[in-house]
Protein backbone atom coordinates (compact mmCIF):
# COMPACT_ATOMS: atom_id res chain seq x y z
CA UNK A 1 0.00 0.00 0.00
CA UNK A 2 0.68 3.63 -0.49
CA UNK A 3 1.91 4.59 3.17
CA UNK A 4 1.09 8.42 3.70
CA UNK A 5 2.15 9.92 6.88
CA UNK A 6 0.78 13.39 6.46
CA UNK A 7 -3.04 14.94 5.11
CA UNK A 8 -3.06 18.56 5.42
CA UNK A 9 -5.95 19.89 7.10
CA UNK A 10 -8.72 20.68 4.25
CA UNK A 11 -12.09 21.85 4.08
CA UNK A 12 -14.47 21.15 0.93
CA UNK A 13 -13.91 23.45 -1.59
CA UNK A 14 -16.69 26.81 -1.21
CA UNK A 15 -17.03 26.01 2.20
CA UNK A 16 -16.27 28.32 4.95
CA UNK A 17 -14.29 26.39 7.56
CA UNK A 18 -17.22 27.96 10.55
CA UNK A 19 -20.33 25.84 8.28
CA UNK A 20 -17.72 22.94 8.02
CA UNK A 21 -17.41 22.76 12.32
CA UNK A 22 -20.93 23.88 12.70
CA UNK A 23 -21.82 20.35 9.79
CA UNK A 24 -19.50 18.30 11.96
CA UNK A 25 -20.58 19.18 15.61
CA UNK A 26 -24.33 18.28 14.08
CA UNK A 27 -23.40 15.15 12.61
CA UNK A 28 -21.30 14.49 15.85
CA UNK A 29 -24.92 14.91 17.79
CA UNK A 30 -26.44 12.37 15.16
CA UNK A 31 -24.01 9.40 15.42
CA UNK A 32 -21.62 9.85 18.41
CA UNK A 33 -18.12 11.60 18.76
CA UNK A 34 -16.44 8.22 17.80
CA UNK A 35 -18.48 7.29 14.80
CA UNK A 36 -16.84 11.14 13.17
CA UNK A 37 -12.83 11.15 12.55
CA UNK A 38 -11.29 14.28 11.44
CA UNK A 39 -7.77 13.46 12.90
CA UNK A 40 -4.83 13.13 9.58
CA UNK A 41 -4.56 9.10 11.35
CA UNK A 42 -7.83 8.49 11.50
CA UNK A 43 -8.47 9.48 7.57
CA UNK A 44 -5.13 7.77 6.32
CA UNK A 45 -7.27 4.64 5.87
CA UNK A 46 -9.53 6.54 3.24
CA UNK A 47 -7.06 7.46 0.75
CA UNK A 48 -6.12 6.18 -2.52
CA UNK A 49 -4.06 2.68 -2.08
CA UNK A 50 -2.71 2.87 -5.35
CA UNK A 51 -2.75 6.66 -6.22
CA UNK A 52 -2.13 7.49 -9.32
CA UNK A 53 -1.89 11.07 -8.38
CA UNK A 54 -0.12 12.90 -5.33
CA UNK A 55 -1.37 11.74 -2.13
CA UNK A 56 -3.41 14.82 -1.58
CA UNK A 57 -5.40 15.20 -4.69
CA UNK A 58 -8.23 13.05 -3.40
CA UNK A 59 -7.86 13.28 0.46
CA UNK A 60 -11.47 13.83 2.40
CA UNK A 61 -11.99 16.48 5.03
CA UNK A 62 -13.42 13.88 7.39
CA UNK A 63 -15.18 10.37 7.62
CA UNK A 64 -19.10 9.89 9.25
CA UNK A 65 -19.64 5.95 10.29
CA UNK A 66 -23.78 6.26 10.27
CA UNK A 67 -25.13 2.85 12.34
CA UNK A 68 -28.54 2.90 10.55
CA UNK A 69 -30.63 4.23 7.35
CA UNK A 70 -31.89 6.75 9.57
CA UNK A 71 -28.64 7.94 10.54
CA UNK A 72 -27.72 8.35 6.75
CA UNK A 73 -31.25 10.38 6.20
CA UNK A 74 -29.90 12.73 9.40
CA UNK A 75 -26.27 13.10 7.97
CA UNK A 76 -27.52 14.18 4.57
CA UNK A 77 -30.09 16.84 6.06
CA UNK A 78 -27.04 18.47 7.89
CA UNK A 79 -24.82 17.89 4.56
CA UNK A 80 -27.43 19.83 2.53
CA UNK A 81 -27.97 22.67 5.25
CA UNK A 82 -24.55 23.09 4.81
CA UNK A 83 -23.86 22.20 0.98
CA UNK A 84 -21.33 19.78 2.26
CA UNK A 85 -20.10 17.61 -0.13
CA UNK A 86 -20.35 13.92 0.81
CA UNK A 87 -18.70 10.54 -0.36
CA UNK A 88 -20.21 7.40 -0.24
CA UNK A 89 -18.29 3.87 0.32
CA UNK A 90 -19.11 0.70 1.16
CA UNK A 91 -15.65 -1.16 2.55
CA UNK A 92 -13.83 0.95 0.54
CA UNK A 93 -12.15 -1.71 -1.24
CA UNK A 94 -12.34 -0.69 -4.71
CA UNK A 95 -8.60 -0.89 -5.09
CA UNK A 96 -7.33 0.05 -8.79
CA UNK A 97 -10.00 2.50 -9.22
CA UNK A 98 -9.72 4.78 -5.96
CA UNK A 99 -10.36 2.66 -3.01
CA UNK A 100 -12.31 4.77 -0.45
CA UNK A 101 -11.14 7.93 -1.54
CA UNK A 102 -13.76 10.47 -2.40
CA UNK A 103 -13.70 11.94 -6.19
CA UNK A 104 -13.69 15.47 -4.83
CA UNK A 105 -10.57 16.71 -2.55
CA UNK A 106 -12.52 17.80 0.99
CA UNK A 107 -15.89 15.99 0.42
CA UNK A 108 -16.57 14.10 3.75
CA UNK A 109 -16.56 10.19 3.39
CA UNK A 110 -20.06 8.76 4.57
CA UNK A 111 -18.86 5.12 5.79
CA UNK A 112 -21.17 3.30 5.38
CA UNK A 113 -19.47 -0.33 6.06
CA UNK A 114 -17.78 -0.04 9.19
CA UNK A 115 -21.10 -0.05 11.05
CA UNK A 116 -23.83 -0.58 8.74
CA UNK A 117 -22.67 -4.43 8.35
CA UNK A 118 -26.39 -6.54 8.90
CA UNK A 119 -27.76 -9.76 6.90
CA UNK A 120 -30.79 -8.58 7.26
CA UNK A 121 -32.44 -11.67 5.94
CA UNK A 122 -31.52 -15.22 3.92
CA UNK A 123 -34.11 -16.91 2.01
CA UNK A 124 -32.89 -19.96 1.53
CA UNK A 125 -36.61 -21.01 -0.29
CA UNK A 126 -36.24 -18.28 -2.44
CA UNK A 127 -32.82 -17.85 -2.90
CA UNK A 128 -31.84 -14.38 -1.60
CA UNK A 129 -30.12 -12.54 0.70
CA UNK A 130 -30.86 -8.84 2.08
CA UNK A 131 -28.04 -7.29 3.09
CA UNK A 132 -26.22 -3.66 4.24
CA UNK A 133 -23.54 -2.15 2.80
CA UNK A 134 -20.69 -3.50 5.44
CA UNK A 135 -21.70 -7.08 4.41
CA UNK A 136 -18.37 -8.45 2.94
CA UNK A 137 -18.72 -11.74 0.60
CA UNK A 138 -16.62 -13.24 2.94
CA UNK A 139 -19.47 -12.56 5.57
CA UNK A 140 -22.07 -13.69 3.84
CA UNK A 141 -20.19 -16.39 2.82
CA UNK A 142 -19.30 -17.34 6.33
CA UNK A 143 -22.82 -16.39 7.49
CA UNK A 144 -24.72 -19.32 4.94
CA UNK A 145 -22.00 -22.41 6.03
CA UNK A 146 -22.75 -21.57 10.15
CA UNK A 147 -26.17 -21.80 9.20
CA UNK A 148 -26.12 -24.59 7.03
CA UNK A 149 -27.86 -22.83 4.25
CA UNK A 150 -27.73 -25.06 0.81
CA UNK A 151 -26.74 -21.39 -1.25
CA UNK A 152 -23.94 -20.19 -2.99
CA UNK A 153 -22.70 -16.29 -3.17
CA UNK A 154 -21.27 -15.14 -6.33
CA UNK A 155 -17.57 -13.39 -5.76
CA UNK A 156 -15.52 -11.53 -7.35
CA UNK A 157 -11.73 -11.92 -7.68
CA UNK A 158 -11.56 -10.49 -3.93
CA UNK A 159 -13.84 -11.34 -1.60
CA UNK A 160 -12.86 -8.61 0.87
CA UNK A 161 -15.07 -6.45 -0.68
CA UNK A 162 -18.79 -5.33 0.07
CA UNK A 163 -21.93 -7.28 -1.84
CA UNK A 164 -23.61 -3.55 -2.54
CA UNK A 165 -20.33 -1.65 -2.73
CA UNK A 166 -19.57 -3.97 -5.58
CA UNK A 167 -23.01 -4.51 -7.56
CA UNK A 168 -22.84 -0.39 -7.42
CA UNK A 169 -19.94 -0.33 -9.68
CA UNK A 170 -21.24 -3.50 -11.80
CA UNK A 171 -18.62 -6.04 -10.64
CA UNK A 172 -18.60 -9.43 -11.95
CA UNK A 173 -18.08 -12.77 -10.77
CA UNK A 174 -17.50 -15.71 -11.89
CA UNK A 175 -20.49 -18.47 -11.00
CA UNK A 176 -23.50 -18.74 -13.26
CA UNK A 177 -24.48 -15.60 -11.33
CA UNK A 178 -21.49 -13.94 -12.47
CA UNK A 179 -23.86 -10.57 -13.63
CA UNK A 180 -24.17 -8.70 -10.11
CA UNK A 181 -26.50 -6.47 -11.19
CA UNK A 182 -28.79 -8.54 -13.20
CA UNK A 183 -28.91 -10.72 -10.05
CA UNK A 184 -29.42 -7.25 -7.94
CA UNK A 185 -33.29 -7.25 -6.76
CA UNK A 186 -34.82 -4.33 -4.47
CA UNK A 187 -32.66 -1.00 -3.46
CA UNK A 188 -33.51 1.20 0.01
CA UNK A 189 -32.05 4.52 -1.18
CA UNK A 190 -31.44 7.46 0.56
CA UNK A 191 -31.79 10.83 -1.45
CA UNK A 192 -29.46 13.93 -0.01
CA UNK A 193 -32.51 15.67 1.26
CA UNK A 194 -32.78 13.43 3.36
CA UNK A 195 -36.13 11.41 1.82
CA UNK A 196 -35.93 7.40 1.36
CA UNK A 197 -37.23 5.26 -1.22
CA UNK A 198 -37.40 1.44 -1.93
CA UNK A 199 -37.50 0.88 -4.87
CA UNK A 200 -39.51 -1.95 -7.42
CA UNK A 201 -42.16 -4.02 -4.85
CA UNK A 202 -40.50 -2.88 -2.07
CA UNK A 203 -42.44 0.57 -2.57
CA UNK A 204 -45.78 -1.35 -1.46
CA UNK A 205 -46.00 -1.53 2.31
CA UNK A 206 -46.60 -5.32 3.11
CA UNK A 207 -45.79 -7.07 0.01
CA UNK A 208 -42.89 -9.64 0.28
CA UNK A 209 -41.44 -9.79 -3.43
CA UNK A 210 -39.08 -7.06 -2.79
CA UNK A 211 -36.40 -9.73 -3.33
CA UNK A 212 -38.32 -11.93 -5.50
CA UNK A 213 -39.44 -9.39 -8.60
CA UNK A 214 -37.00 -6.54 -9.87
CA UNK A 215 -39.59 -4.67 -11.80
CA UNK A 216 -42.38 -3.55 -9.68
CA UNK A 217 -44.54 -1.27 -11.35
CA UNK A 218 -43.84 1.84 -13.67
CA UNK A 219 -40.31 2.79 -14.23
CA UNK A 220 -36.94 1.13 -13.01
CA UNK A 221 -34.78 3.14 -11.18
CA UNK A 222 -32.17 0.24 -9.48
CA UNK A 223 -29.42 0.72 -11.99
CA UNK A 224 -29.73 4.55 -12.01
CA UNK A 225 -28.02 4.27 -8.78
CA UNK A 226 -25.04 2.08 -10.23
CA UNK A 227 -21.68 4.35 -10.82
CA UNK A 228 -24.28 7.07 -10.67
CA UNK A 229 -24.24 9.91 -7.86
CA UNK A 230 -28.33 10.39 -7.43
CA UNK A 231 -28.69 8.52 -3.75
CA UNK A 232 -27.22 6.35 -1.19
CA UNK A 233 -27.62 2.42 -1.17
CA UNK A 234 -28.41 1.85 2.53
CA UNK A 235 -30.56 -1.96 1.45
CA UNK A 236 -30.10 -4.11 -1.02
CA UNK A 237 -31.43 -7.68 -2.36
CA UNK A 238 -29.27 -10.30 -3.96
CA UNK A 239 -30.23 -13.58 -5.12
CA UNK A 240 -28.27 -16.21 -4.63
CA UNK A 241 -27.85 -20.30 -6.48
CA UNK A 242 -28.81 -22.80 -4.90
CA UNK A 243 -26.48 -25.05 -4.00
CA UNK A 244 -25.73 -27.15 -7.32
CA UNK A 245 -25.91 -31.41 -6.89
CA UNK A 246 -22.37 -31.69 -8.43
CA UNK A 247 -19.29 -29.00 -9.45
CA UNK A 248 -16.25 -29.51 -11.71
CA UNK A 249 -13.86 -26.58 -12.32
CA UNK A 250 -11.56 -26.74 -15.50
CA UNK A 251 -8.41 -25.23 -16.57
CA UNK A 252 -7.47 -25.13 -20.48
CA UNK A 253 -3.96 -23.99 -21.37
CA UNK A 254 -3.34 -22.41 -25.39
CA UNK A 255 0.39 -22.57 -25.84
CA UNK A 256 0.51 -19.50 -28.34
CA UNK A 257 -0.06 -15.55 -28.61
CA UNK A 258 -2.39 -15.99 -31.81
CA UNK A 259 -4.64 -18.74 -30.56
CA UNK A 260 -6.82 -15.84 -28.89
CA UNK A 261 -8.53 -15.09 -31.86
CA UNK A 262 -9.89 -18.89 -32.67
CA UNK A 263 -10.29 -19.42 -28.91
CA UNK A 264 -12.28 -16.66 -29.30
CA UNK A 265 -14.88 -17.77 -32.34
CA UNK A 266 -15.19 -20.98 -30.27
CA UNK A 267 -15.91 -20.32 -27.02
CA UNK A 268 -18.82 -17.63 -28.26
CA UNK A 269 -21.08 -20.14 -29.17
CA UNK A 270 -20.03 -21.77 -26.48
CA UNK A 271 -21.38 -19.46 -24.29
CA UNK A 272 -23.85 -18.34 -25.98
CA UNK A 273 -25.92 -21.84 -25.98
CA UNK A 274 -24.68 -22.04 -21.84
CA UNK A 275 -22.59 -25.01 -22.91
CA UNK A 276 -20.66 -22.98 -20.46
CA UNK A 277 -22.34 -22.30 -17.76
CA UNK A 278 -21.13 -19.83 -15.75
CA UNK A 279 -18.74 -16.28 -16.52
CA UNK A 280 -15.07 -17.80 -17.34
CA UNK A 281 -11.83 -16.36 -17.65
CA UNK A 282 -9.04 -16.18 -20.51
CA UNK A 283 -5.74 -15.15 -18.65
CA UNK A 284 -2.30 -14.11 -19.36
CA UNK A 285 0.48 -15.92 -19.01
CA UNK A 286 1.52 -13.01 -16.79
CA UNK A 287 -1.07 -12.98 -14.81
CA UNK A 288 -0.83 -16.53 -13.44
CA UNK A 289 2.39 -16.54 -13.10
CA UNK A 290 2.20 -13.20 -10.79
CA UNK A 291 0.19 -15.30 -8.34
CA UNK A 292 2.73 -17.90 -7.83
CA UNK A 293 6.21 -15.54 -8.43
CA UNK A 294 7.47 -12.21 -8.64
CA UNK A 295 9.13 -10.96 -11.73
CA UNK A 296 12.52 -10.81 -10.29
CA UNK A 297 12.42 -14.44 -9.92
CA UNK A 298 12.97 -14.54 -14.29
CA UNK A 299 13.79 -11.51 -15.10
CA UNK A 300 15.88 -8.73 -13.52
CA UNK A 301 16.31 -6.28 -16.59
CA UNK A 302 14.23 -3.65 -17.14
CA UNK A 303 11.16 -2.86 -19.29
CA UNK A 304 8.62 -5.48 -20.10
CA UNK A 305 9.63 -9.32 -20.01
CA UNK A 306 10.76 -10.28 -23.49
CA UNK A 307 9.43 -13.64 -25.32
CA UNK A 308 12.44 -15.78 -24.13
CA UNK A 309 11.37 -14.84 -20.55
CA UNK A 310 7.91 -15.59 -21.15
CA UNK A 311 8.64 -19.34 -22.65
CA UNK A 312 10.62 -19.95 -19.40
CA UNK A 313 7.60 -18.89 -17.22
CA UNK A 314 5.51 -21.06 -19.18
CA UNK A 315 7.66 -23.97 -19.40
CA UNK A 316 8.39 -23.51 -15.35
CA UNK A 317 4.53 -23.21 -14.76
CA UNK A 318 3.14 -25.56 -17.30
CA UNK A 319 1.13 -22.52 -18.30
CA UNK A 320 0.03 -21.53 -22.16
CA UNK A 321 0.28 -18.34 -23.17
CA UNK A 322 -3.77 -17.67 -22.75
CA UNK A 323 -5.67 -20.04 -19.98
CA UNK A 324 -9.11 -20.66 -19.41
CA UNK A 325 -10.68 -20.93 -16.69
CA UNK A 326 -14.70 -22.42 -16.83
CA UNK A 327 -16.84 -24.82 -14.38
CA UNK A 328 -19.72 -27.32 -15.42
CA UNK A 329 -22.89 -27.30 -12.36
CA UNK A 330 -25.36 -29.90 -12.36
CA UNK A 331 -25.63 -33.45 -11.92
CA UNK A 332 -22.88 -35.19 -13.06
CA UNK A 333 -24.31 -36.65 -16.21
CA UNK A 334 -24.76 -33.32 -17.09
CA UNK A 335 -21.23 -32.10 -15.88
CA UNK A 336 -19.67 -34.89 -18.15
CA UNK A 337 -21.67 -34.61 -20.96
CA UNK A 338 -21.32 -30.50 -21.06
CA UNK A 339 -17.40 -30.74 -20.58
CA UNK A 340 -17.35 -33.47 -23.20
CA UNK A 341 -18.92 -30.92 -25.44
CA UNK A 342 -15.92 -28.46 -24.19
CA UNK A 343 -12.99 -30.95 -24.65
CA UNK A 344 -14.15 -31.47 -28.33
CA UNK A 345 -14.55 -27.62 -29.28
CA UNK A 346 -11.35 -26.52 -27.79
CA UNK A 347 -9.23 -29.34 -29.19
CA UNK A 348 -9.75 -28.07 -32.44
CA UNK A 349 -6.60 -25.33 -31.63
CA UNK A 350 -3.35 -27.43 -31.57
CA UNK A 351 -1.13 -27.89 -28.34
CA UNK A 352 -4.45 -27.28 -25.79
CA UNK A 353 -3.69 -28.89 -22.80
CA UNK A 354 -7.20 -29.58 -20.35
CA UNK A 355 -6.80 -30.31 -16.52
CA UNK A 356 -9.02 -31.01 -14.01
CA UNK A 357 -8.24 -30.19 -10.16
CA UNK A 358 -6.22 -33.16 -9.68
CA UNK A 359 -4.37 -32.99 -12.63
CA UNK A 360 -3.01 -29.52 -10.92
CA UNK A 361 -1.54 -30.11 -7.55
CA UNK A 362 0.95 -27.79 -5.38
CA UNK A 363 2.61 -25.12 -6.83
CA UNK A 364 1.41 -24.91 -10.76
CA UNK A 365 -2.05 -25.87 -9.68
CA UNK A 366 -2.15 -22.76 -7.46
CA UNK A 367 -4.40 -20.49 -9.82
CA UNK A 368 -6.50 -23.25 -10.64
CA UNK A 369 -6.82 -24.28 -6.89
CA UNK A 370 -7.72 -20.56 -6.22
CA UNK A 371 -10.27 -20.33 -9.67
CA UNK A 372 -11.73 -23.55 -8.32
CA UNK A 373 -12.88 -21.92 -4.94
CA UNK A 374 -13.90 -18.38 -6.66
CA UNK A 375 -15.86 -20.23 -9.34
CA UNK A 376 -18.06 -22.15 -6.85
CA UNK A 377 -18.40 -19.29 -5.11
CA UNK A 378 -16.01 -19.07 -1.81
CA UNK A 379 -14.52 -16.04 -1.77
CA UNK A 380 -10.50 -15.79 -1.27
CA UNK A 381 -7.51 -12.93 -1.45
CA UNK A 382 -4.96 -14.92 -3.45
CA UNK A 383 -5.15 -12.77 -5.91
CA UNK A 384 -3.66 -9.98 -4.05
CA UNK A 385 -0.73 -12.28 -5.15
CA UNK A 386 0.26 -10.56 -7.98
CA UNK A 387 0.62 -6.81 -6.61
CA UNK A 388 3.80 -8.37 -5.51
CA UNK A 389 4.96 -8.77 -9.19
CA UNK A 390 7.29 -6.00 -9.26
CA UNK A 391 8.29 -6.12 -5.73
CA UNK A 392 7.08 -5.46 -2.11
CA UNK A 393 4.98 -2.11 -1.91
CA UNK A 394 3.06 -2.82 -5.53
CA UNK A 395 0.27 -1.26 -6.75
CA UNK A 396 -1.82 -1.53 -9.97
CA UNK A 397 -4.39 0.83 -12.16
CA UNK A 398 -6.96 -0.78 -14.32
CA UNK A 399 -7.52 0.09 -17.74
CA UNK A 400 -11.08 -2.05 -18.17
CA UNK A 401 -12.23 -1.75 -22.04
CA UNK A 402 -15.16 -3.72 -22.87
CA UNK A 403 -14.96 -5.69 -26.51
CA UNK A 404 -17.64 -8.11 -28.28
CA UNK A 405 -16.90 -11.82 -27.98
CA UNK A 406 -15.55 -12.46 -31.71
CA UNK A 407 -11.84 -13.44 -32.43
CA UNK A 408 -10.82 -10.48 -34.61
CA UNK A 409 -11.65 -7.92 -32.42
CA UNK A 410 -9.83 -9.48 -29.29
CA UNK A 411 -6.77 -9.91 -30.81
CA UNK A 412 -7.09 -6.21 -32.06
CA UNK A 413 -7.72 -5.11 -28.99
CA UNK A 414 -5.24 -7.27 -27.05
CA UNK A 415 -2.57 -5.88 -29.60
CA UNK A 416 -3.86 -2.22 -28.94
CA UNK A 417 -3.47 -2.66 -25.03
CA UNK A 418 -0.06 -5.11 -25.23
CA UNK A 419 2.12 -2.74 -27.40
CA UNK A 420 0.87 0.77 -25.37
CA UNK A 421 1.91 -1.29 -22.01
CA UNK A 422 5.35 -2.36 -23.97
CA UNK A 423 5.58 1.55 -24.54
CA UNK A 424 5.37 2.64 -20.93
CA UNK A 425 7.44 -0.41 -19.73
CA UNK A 426 4.56 -2.32 -18.20
CA UNK A 427 4.21 -6.26 -18.73
CA UNK A 428 0.88 -6.77 -19.92
CA UNK A 429 -1.07 -8.61 -17.22
CA UNK A 430 -4.83 -9.09 -18.04
CA UNK A 431 -7.62 -11.11 -17.72
CA UNK A 432 -10.97 -11.16 -20.74
CA UNK A 433 -14.09 -11.85 -18.40
CA UNK A 434 -16.74 -13.15 -20.90
CA UNK A 435 -20.12 -12.49 -20.31
CA UNK A 436 -23.16 -13.25 -21.82
CA UNK A 437 -22.43 -11.40 -25.04
CA UNK A 438 -19.63 -9.46 -24.68
CA UNK A 439 -15.84 -9.55 -22.80
CA UNK A 440 -14.48 -7.53 -19.84
CA UNK A 441 -10.60 -6.55 -20.96
CA UNK A 442 -9.26 -5.89 -17.21
CA UNK A 443 -5.59 -4.85 -17.99
CA UNK A 444 -3.56 -4.18 -15.19
CA UNK A 445 -0.66 -1.91 -15.26
CA UNK A 446 1.42 -3.09 -11.76
CA UNK A 447 3.95 -0.88 -10.78
CA UNK A 448 5.75 0.26 -7.69
CA UNK A 449 3.82 2.30 -4.91
CA UNK A 450 6.89 4.29 -3.79
CA UNK A 451 7.91 5.88 -6.75
CA UNK A 452 6.44 8.46 -8.22
CA UNK A 453 7.70 8.26 -11.43
CA UNK A 454 5.69 4.52 -11.96
CA UNK A 455 2.28 5.99 -10.76
CA UNK A 456 2.26 8.76 -12.73
CA UNK A 457 3.99 6.66 -16.28
CA UNK A 458 0.74 4.33 -14.87
CA UNK A 459 -1.38 7.24 -15.42
CA UNK A 460 -0.37 8.62 -18.38
CA UNK A 461 -0.24 5.06 -20.15
CA UNK A 462 -4.44 4.75 -18.82
CA UNK A 463 -4.89 8.43 -20.71
CA UNK A 464 -3.42 7.19 -23.72
CA UNK A 465 -5.29 3.98 -23.72
CA UNK A 466 -8.66 5.46 -23.44
CA UNK A 467 -8.11 7.77 -26.29
CA UNK A 468 -6.83 4.71 -28.55
CA UNK A 469 -10.04 2.76 -27.47
CA UNK A 470 -12.48 5.40 -28.13
CA UNK A 471 -11.02 6.01 -31.56
CA UNK A 472 -11.10 2.04 -32.07
CA UNK A 473 -15.04 2.16 -30.91
CA UNK A 474 -14.02 0.54 -27.42
CA UNK A 475 -15.35 2.23 -24.17
CA UNK A 476 -14.57 1.12 -20.61
CA UNK A 477 -17.13 -0.62 -18.29
CA UNK A 478 -15.10 1.14 -14.95
CA UNK A 479 -12.47 3.39 -14.24
CA UNK A 480 -10.60 4.79 -11.52
CA UNK A 481 -11.42 7.98 -10.10
CA UNK A 482 -8.79 10.12 -11.64
CA UNK A 483 -10.07 9.09 -14.97
CA UNK A 484 -13.40 9.41 -15.08
CA UNK A 485 -14.08 12.78 -16.42
CA UNK A 486 -11.60 10.98 -19.80
CA UNK A 487 -13.73 7.95 -20.04
CA UNK A 488 -16.86 9.87 -19.67
CA UNK A 489 -15.89 12.51 -22.06
CA UNK A 490 -15.85 9.39 -24.98
CA UNK A 491 -19.46 8.82 -24.44
CA UNK A 492 -20.01 11.58 -26.74
CA UNK A 493 -22.82 10.55 -29.28
CA UNK A 494 -25.29 13.31 -30.11
CA UNK A 495 -23.33 16.66 -28.28
CA UNK A 496 -22.98 14.06 -25.14
CA UNK A 497 -26.88 13.64 -24.95
CA UNK A 498 -26.01 11.02 -22.47
CA UNK A 499 -24.22 12.98 -20.15
CA UNK A 500 -26.99 15.91 -20.62
CA UNK A 501 -29.05 13.90 -19.54
CA UNK A 502 -27.02 12.49 -16.56
CA UNK A 503 -26.90 16.12 -15.63
CA UNK A 504 -30.63 16.46 -15.58
CA UNK A 505 -31.42 13.77 -13.24
CA UNK A 506 -28.40 15.03 -10.92
CA UNK A 507 -29.46 18.60 -10.74
CA UNK A 508 -33.54 17.51 -10.58
CA UNK A 509 -31.92 14.82 -7.39
CA UNK A 510 -29.57 16.48 -5.69
CA UNK A 511 -29.67 20.21 -6.85
CA UNK A 512 -27.35 21.46 -4.36
CA UNK A 513 -24.99 18.74 -5.54
CA UNK A 514 -24.11 17.15 -2.31
CA UNK A 515 -23.57 13.53 -3.17
CA UNK A 516 -20.01 12.27 -5.15
CA UNK A 517 -19.46 15.10 -6.85
CA UNK A 518 -17.66 14.14 -10.01
CA UNK A 519 -18.46 10.50 -9.49
CA UNK A 520 -17.99 9.00 -13.16
CA UNK A 521 -18.12 12.48 -14.48
CA UNK A 522 -21.20 13.86 -13.41
CA UNK A 523 -20.59 17.21 -11.63
CA UNK A 524 -23.19 19.28 -10.03
CA UNK A 525 -24.05 22.60 -12.14
CA UNK A 526 -21.95 24.46 -9.53
CA UNK A 527 -18.97 22.96 -10.69
CA UNK A 528 -19.23 22.25 -14.09
CA UNK A 529 -16.33 23.90 -16.06
CA UNK A 530 -14.22 23.97 -13.18
CA UNK A 531 -12.81 20.65 -13.07
Same mark, same amino acid.
Not at 244 to 257: A, L, V
Not at 302 to 331: E, H, R, T
Not at 347 to 364: E, H, Q, T, V, W
Given at each position: ???????????????????????????????????????????????????????????????????????????????????????????????????????????????????????????????????????????????????????????????????????????????????????????????????????? %?????????????????? *????????????????????????????????????????????????????????????????????????????????????????????????????????????????????????????????????????????????????????????????????????????????????????????????????????????????????????????????????????? *???????????????????????????????? %????????????????????????????????? *??????? *??? %?????
Amino acid at each position: MNVVTRIDRIVPPGISENDFEKAIAAMRKVVGDQAVITDIAGLARYLDPYSLVDDDRFTPSAAVLPGSTEDVQAIMKIANEYRIPISPISTGKNNGYGGGAPRLKGAIVLDLGTRMNKIIEVSEKYGYALVEPGVSYFDLDKYLRANNIKLWIDTPDLGWGSIIGNTMDRGVGYTPYGDHLMMQCGMEVVFADGDVMRTG %MGAMPGNDTWQLFKYGFG *PVQDPLFTQSNYGIVTKMGIWLMPEPPGYEPYMITFPREEDLGPLVEILRPLRLNMIIQNVPSLRSVLLDAATVENKRYYYDGDGPCPDSVLKKIMDDQDLGFWNFYGASYGPPPLINMTYSVVQDAFSNIPGAKFYKLADRPGRNGHVLQDRAKIMGGVPSLDELKLCEWTGENGGHACFSPVSAPDGEDAMKQYAMVRDRFHEFGFDYIATFIIGWREMHHVCLAVYQNAK *PEDRTKALELCRVLIKDAAEAGYGEYRTHIAL %MDDVAATFNFNDNAMMRFNEKIKDALDPNGIIA *PGKSGIW *PKH %MRGQK
